[in-house]
């Protein structure tokens, strides 16, 4: 698969799993992953599963605008940075984000995430 391809189903998977449950997204995480969140540091897939399922609301929505994708080192890696809007129930004005990715393959021939950066972008 080329890495265009392989890059937006990940996002696809990623964002329609944090939108319907975000407790799945734990298995796409290890023990070495890091996610920076608003400059918060939180390391290991049970710590990020907890930070996100801990966010304050239940519900939201994805609207993903762009996804630009690059390999990365020689052990067939890949960087996914995403950009888009977000929108949470009840409020009327959607919240610009961008979100970075660092894929690893796995020796079973999938990817996990290894470092994750999210920020809210404010106008």
Same mark, same amino acid.
């Given at each position: 698969m080329d890495p265009d391809s392989l890059s &937006?189903?990940?996002?696809? +998977?990623y964002y329609t799993t944090f939108d319907s449950n975000r407790l799945n997204l734990m298995g796409l995480y290890q023990e070495s992953s890091m996610l920076s969140f608003e400059g918060e540091k939180i390391?290991?897939?049970?710590?990020?599963s907890? &930070?996100?399922n801990s966010l304050p609301f239940?519900?939201? &929505?994805?609207?993903?605008s762009t996804v630009d994708c690059q390999p990365s080192g020689p052990a067939g890696g890949m960087l996914v940075?995403?950009?888009?809007?977000?929108q949470l129930p009840?409020?009327?004005h959607a919240l610009k984000?961008?979100?970075?990715? +660092?894929l690893i393959p796995t020796a079973q021939g999938s990817f996990?995430?290894?470092n994750d950066i999210f920020r809210l972008n404010y106008a």
């Open positions: &937006k189903a990940f996002v696809e +998977h390391q290991g897939a049970q710590n990020i907890n &930070k996100l239940q519900q939201c &929505k994805h609207n993903i940075f995403v950009s888009g809007n977000l009840g409020e009327e984000f961008s979100q970075m990715f +660092h996990y995430v290894f």
